[in-house]
């Protein structure tokens, strides 16, 4: 059983940064990809960004293009999203997820593994 941990949320004024983190508890992630979702309060739960591998290929929803960054630290098996220039609107739960299919997906249920969210609020 993979177990995902996800972490580096908190409140933060708009316009401001955060960087979260997602590491696994064996230490191993998926061969694959990894992604990041988010879920608002009274929303679905909408993709945010993925990391696909093989490939060496970065995808990005439209809304945070050109803001958020995501990356993986090989030496500490580590996947992160940094987020710049954060807006209200970006306020959800934030989790990472692990993907075991040799393709990039935006779609939750393309996503195998996930961790318990951390909560990332913006003030106006």
């Known amino acids: 059983q993979v177990q995902l941990v996800e972490s580096g949320g908190g409140l933060v004024q708009a316009g401001g940064s955060l960087r979260l983190s997602c590491t696994a508890s064996d230490g191993t992630f998926s061969i694959y990809g990894m992604g990041w979702f988010r879920q608002a309060p009274g929303k679905e739960r909408e993709f945010v960004a993925a990391i696909y591998y093989p490939g060496g290929i970065l995808d990005y929803a439209d809304s945070v293009k050109g803001r958020f960054i995501i990356s993986r630290d090989n030496a500490k098996n580590t996947v992160y999203l940094q987020m710049n220039s954060l807006k209200p609107e970006d306020t959800a739960v934030y989790y990472c997820?692990?993907?075991?299919?040799?393709?990039?997906?935006?779609?939750?249920?393309?996503?195998?593994?996930w961790g318990q969210g951390t909560q990332v609020t913006v003030s106006s």
């Open positions: 997820a692990d993907r075991r299919t040799r393709s990039l997906s935006r779609d939750r249920r393309g996503y195998d593994y």
